[in-house]
C-alpha cells in the first residue's frame, strides 16, 4: 500500500474487554513498531518487530498487552481485560531497514493511529 | 533507563517571530530524528542528523546535533501559521542488540496570525 495502514482508527470498549489493533505497513519494510501515545505526550515505545521475530517487547506495560506479526507483515496488538489506563492512540510505525546497524538511517513511517477510549 | 527530554512544552509565537525547541539525551545517541505531528495526525518525519556538530537546513528550519551527541535543536526563523503542531525530537541508542529510538515529549507549537 501507499502508506501504513492502521485499523480500526477508533475504538471504545467496556473496562475488561479485549481489543485487537491492526497495522498493515508499507510493503517490504523490514521493521515495525508499535507506539502508545497518550494525550499531549511523546509517543512510548512498546514493542519492535524485524520481520517475524519480536526483538524487543520492554516497553509493553503489562502481560495484558501482547503483540505478534507471523508472517512478516501484518501486525496485530492485542490487549486483554482493557483499563482505563490503557486509553490512549495506538501509532504503529515501520521502516524500510532493519535497525541493527548503528548508523540505522530508517526514517519511521507512521500510520494514522487507533484511538483506544476505555470506559 | 535511556531518557530523552525536550523544553518547552509549549511554545506560542506571533505570526513571523523564531522559535526554538531543545533536546537533550541521559545518553550518547547513535543519531537523532526530528518529526512534525499536526494536530489530529501522526508523526512524519523531517531530517535525521548522525555526525557530531553536525547543522542542516530545510528552508526556514535549522537542525543542529550537539558536539557530544547528546543535545540538539530545531530552530524555525519568522514562524507562518502553518508551521503549527508538535515537534518532537526521537533519539537512536543502541540498546538491546538494535537502535532503538526513544522519543521526547514534544514541543507544541502555536502561532497566532
Known amino acids: 500500500g501507499a502508506g501504513v495502514s492502521q485499523s480500526p482508527r477508533y475504538k471504545v470498549a467496556k473496562r475488561g474487554q479485549d481489543v485487537a489493533l491492526r497495522c498493515d505497513p508499507i510493503s517490504g519494510h523490514v521493521s515495525l513498531f508499535w507506539y502508545q501515545q497518550a494525550l499531549g505526550q511523546g509517543p512510548e515505545f512498546l514493542t519492535y518487530?524485524?520481520?517475524?521475530?519480536?526483538?524487543?517487547k520492554s516497553g509493553l506495560p503489562s502481560d495484558r498487552f501482547f503483540a505478534e506479526r507471523p508472517e512478516g507483515s501484518v501486525s496485530t496488538l492485542k490487549i486483554q481485560r482493557t483499563q482505563q489506563e490503557d486509553s490512549a492512540v495506538y501509532l504503529c510505525?515501520?521502516?524500510?531497514?532493519?535497525?541493527?546497524?548503528?548508523?540505522?538511517?530508517?526514517?519511521?513511517?507512521f500510520g494514522e493511529g487507533s484511538r483506544l477510549t476505555v470506559l | 533507563g535511556q531518557q530523552v527530554m525536550q523544553i518547552p512544552q509549549y511554545q506560542h509565537v506571533q505570526e513571523g517571530e523564531d522559535f526554538t525547541t531543545y533536546c537533550n539525551s541521559s545518553t550518547t545517541l547513535s543519531n537523532i530524528q526530528w518529526y512534525k505531528q499536526r494536530p489530529g495526525g501522526h508523526p512524519v518525519f523531517l531530517i535525521q542528523?548522525?555526525?557530531?556538530?553536525e547543522v542542516k537546513k530545510q528552508k526556514r528550519l535549522t537542525f543542529q546535533f550537539g558536539e557530544a551527541k547528546k543535545n540538539s535543536s530545531l530552530h524555525i526563523t519568522a514562524t507562518q501559521t502553518t508551521d503549527v503542531g508538535t515537534y518532537f525530537c526521537?533519539?537512536?541508542?543502541?540498546?538491546?542488540?538494535?537502535?532503538?529510538?526513544?522519543f521526547g515529549a514534544g514541543t507544541r507549537l502555536a502561532v497566532h496570525p
Open positions: 518487530f524485524q520481520n517475524e521475530a519480536q526483538l524487543d
Open positions: 510505525a515501520s521502516s524500510h531497514d532493519a535497525s541493527r546497524g548503528l548508523m540505522n538511517t530508517g526514517e519511521l513511517f
Open positions: 526521537a533519539g537512536r541508542v543502541f540498546s538491546g542488540g538494535y537502535n532503538k529510538l526513544i
Open positions: 542528523l548522525v555526525k557530531s556538530g
